[in-house]
């Protein structure tokens, strides 16, 4: 376990509303983008996206209990792998609220790090909307949703779209959040190469055109109806994050050749990819097939639309 210390911060170990045991834990889910168009740049570089994003029912835990000072802790399987510095997402987030809030109060707190980092699938947006709200509860703090939208928004683009914690079609540069409709009950298998890859690099790869908004209000009934309505869509980045790491191209081609996987697409800037599946018991299937190679980290999940009530296992 590494442990940190924001050693610039004092607090004064006020309690707020811990809860039994001292801990707050919550549960810190892996963001998916089902599909993720770019519509435009602006003038500071930040690409205007238009993508629908959903959770998986895997993630990092953050746990917060009031203390002296802000000091952070990682352990998890992918503890080694983070940047845990200043820069750490969760720290920015404490500091944030404090700064926002004139608050004094510190906390311990503890991520446990179980998605790979640099991803594509939220890791550190997700760690980053789960220490706003464990540590606004901590300290019986109560900032109306659009300061908190802004204050997350400045930890980073996907950050709004993971405390607010539903399926969304995500606009802007990540700040427009529009609650999509419901997404049916369906698996996903996510693939990394266990090589992170640099989201700004990815960005500054892309070529080409830019597309239209791939939004729609038909309702899925079931994976293969999603399945459909992404096929029509893309990810618009997954040219560019191949041209630098191919293996992703590996990962996709690995997907189109698995029985009853019903779309495989790469999620954000890459490189983790999902292969959606109708059910739990193909998911299952494919996961162990993907494992046999052992090179890449593979986790069958369920595809979550509303992320709001799971526990800290990820479970409703
Ligand atoms: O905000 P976040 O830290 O996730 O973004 C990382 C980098 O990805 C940005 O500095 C920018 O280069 C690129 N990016 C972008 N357009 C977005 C989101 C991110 O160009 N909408």
């Excluded at 109806?225 to 029509?232: K, N, Q, R, V, W």
């Amino acid at each position: 376990m590494m442990a940190l210390s924001d050693s610039n911060q004092t607090g004064t170990g006020d309690d707020g509303n811990a809860e039994a045991g001292g801990f707050i834990r919550l549960f810190a889910p892996a963001k998916i983008n089902l599909y993720l168009h770019v519509l435009g740049q602006r003038d500071d570089g930040y690409h205007l996206l238009d993508s629908l994003m959903a959770f998986a029912g895997i993630g990092d835990v953050i746990a917060v209990r009031a203390r002296e000072g802000i000091t952070l802790s990682i352990d998890g399987p992918f503890a080694s792998r983070i940047d845990a510095g200043g820069d750490n997402l969760v720290l920015k987030a404490a500091r944030a609220l404090r700064s926002a809030t004139g608050i004094k109060s510190g906390a311990e707190i503890i991520l446990t790090k179980n998605l790979p980092v640099a991803s594509g699938i939220g890791g550190g947006s997700a760690d980053g909307a789960a220490a706003l709200r464990a540590l606004a509860r901590l300290w019986g703090i109560s900032l109306d949703k659009s300061a908190m939208a802004a204050l997350a928004l400045g930890l980073g683009a996907d950050v709004p779209f993971c405390l607010e914690g539903r399926a969304a079609f995500v606009g802007g540069i990540g700040e427009e959040i529009t609650t999509a409709p419901t997404l049916p009950d369906a698996w996903v298998v996510l693939v990394n190469p266990l090589t992170p890859l640099s989201t700004p690099a990815v960005f500054k790869a892309r070529t080409g055109e830019f597309s239209p908004s791939g939004r729609f209000d038909a309702i899925a009934g079931n994976g293969g109806e999603l399945a459909a309505l992404l096929t029509e869509r893309r990810n618009d980045l997954t040219q560019a994050a191949i041209s630098l790491m191919p293996e992703i191209g590996e990962i996709l081609a690995a997907f189109e050749v698995l029985p009853n996987c019903l779309l495989g697409r790469m999620s954000g800037s890459g490189a983790t990819c999902f292969g959606l599946f109708a059910d739990e018991p193909s998911a299952r299937d494919a996961e162990k097939t993907l494992m046999a190679g052992k090179k890449w980290w593979v986790k069958a999940a369920a595809l979550i639309g509303d992320a709001r009530d799971l526990d800290e296992e990820g479970k409703v």
